[in-house]
């Protein structure tokens, strides 16, 4: 049974920081590129980040020079290193599978406010 499970969210102030984590199960991790993605309130999923098996990494715009994703094979578990937080990055947070088929987690909200 495929399984992502995220963690790590929480509330921050803004200029804040916070490590994402996303634990797989039930597939061989390290064969799959990986995303993150996040939706806010009252709008549509917006990708994140991408990382593929050979650990190469592609970023939204936006994010890029923020957000760091990474990858531990051997722990079967995704990373995304947020900084410099704004209140406009509060969004619930998930994992997804990026290639073959589809999964994701079920999320973590992340609130960035003062």
């Known amino acids: 049974q495929v399984q992502l499970v995220e963690s790590g969210g929480g509330m921050v102030q803004p200029g804040g920081s916070l490590r994402l984590s996303c634990a797989a199960s039930g597939f061989t991790f390290r064969n799959y590129a990986m995303r993150w993605v996040r939706q806010a309130p009252g709008k549509g999923p917006e990708w994140i980040s991408t990382i593929d098996t050979r650990g190469r990494t592609a970023y939204k715009d936006t994010m890029k020079g923020r957000f760091t994703i990474a990858r531990d094979n051997a722990k079967n578990t995704l990373y995304l290193q947020m900084n410099s937080l704004k209140p406009e990055d509060t969004a619930l947070y998930y994992c997804?599978?990026?290639?073959?088929?589809?999964?994701r987690g079920q999320g973590t909200q992340v609130t960035v406010s003062s």
């Open positions: 997804a599978t990026a290639q073959g088929f589809d999964a």
